[in-house]
């Protein structure tokens, strides 16, 4: 008695796999264009370890908030960079030398980063720059701001420290970086500062 019952229940229970198999198959189906696309973002998931994903405290009093990501790919750092709370107009942003944001003022930060001992200048500008003078930007009437930069000559945790931005520092500044001044710029208080740290 209890053999013929259990032979009928897994009658039912295979009945209902392959139902539900066939299901699943009508559903693949439909589903091939999503499981491709997926399968193509495997490789680049497999990198996430280059990528930091960064919020900034705000700094001399300052009601800035924002967050900031590095994502390296093909030997390129992309940074995009979202603010909050700015006063309307100009900003410097650069990278400093130590990520150590704990100063009141975010001095502790240390001055601009220049592993290739240049003068401060204009990112690109023949006379010489740090590789941390990223350059100004422009906050709405809001006091938000969205900063995008791109550049071959940084790298996520590289073994080349001319160019490895961990262990640096973002700051974003009160005022504009005049790009003359040395050795930073005369773009006065730092508002907001976040480490560069995995
Ligand atoms: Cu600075
Ligand atoms: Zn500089």
Redesign the pocket.
């Known amino acids: 008695m209890n053999y013929i019952k259990l032979t009928f229940l897994s009658a039912c229970l295979i009945t209902l796999v392959n139902c539900k198999e066939t299901k699943k198959n009508a559903d693949k189906a439909a589903d091939t264009m999503e499981t491709e696309m997926e399968n193509m973002a495997e490789p680049e998931e497999m990198q996430e370890d280059k990528t930091l994903a960064l919020s900034v405290t705000s700094k001399s009093d300052s009601n800035v908030k924002g967050e900031v990501t590095f994502k390296e790919e093909n030997g390129e750092v992309m940074m995009k960079a979202e603010f909050s709370g700015l006063t309307e107009g100009d900003h410097a942003i650069?990278l400093h030398e130590t990520a150590d944001c704990s100063a009141h003022d975010g001095k502790s930060a240390g001055g601009?980063w220049?592993p290739t001992d240049k003068p401060?200048?204009k990112w690109g500008d023949e006379a010489g720059?740090?590789k941390?003078?990223i350059g100004n930007f422009v906050a709405d009437a809001d006091g938000n701001a969205t900063v995008e930069f791109a550049t071959e000559e940084w790298c996520i945790e590289c073994d080349d420290d001319s160019k490895n931005i961990v262990g640096r520092a973002v700051i974003v500044h009160k005022g504009k970086d005049d790009f003359t001044s040395q050795?930073?710029?005369a773009a006065g208080a730092r508002v907001a500062c976040t480490p560069i740290t995995k």
Do not use: L
């Open positions: 650069h601009h220049n401060h200048g720059y740090h941390g003078d050795p930073s710029g």
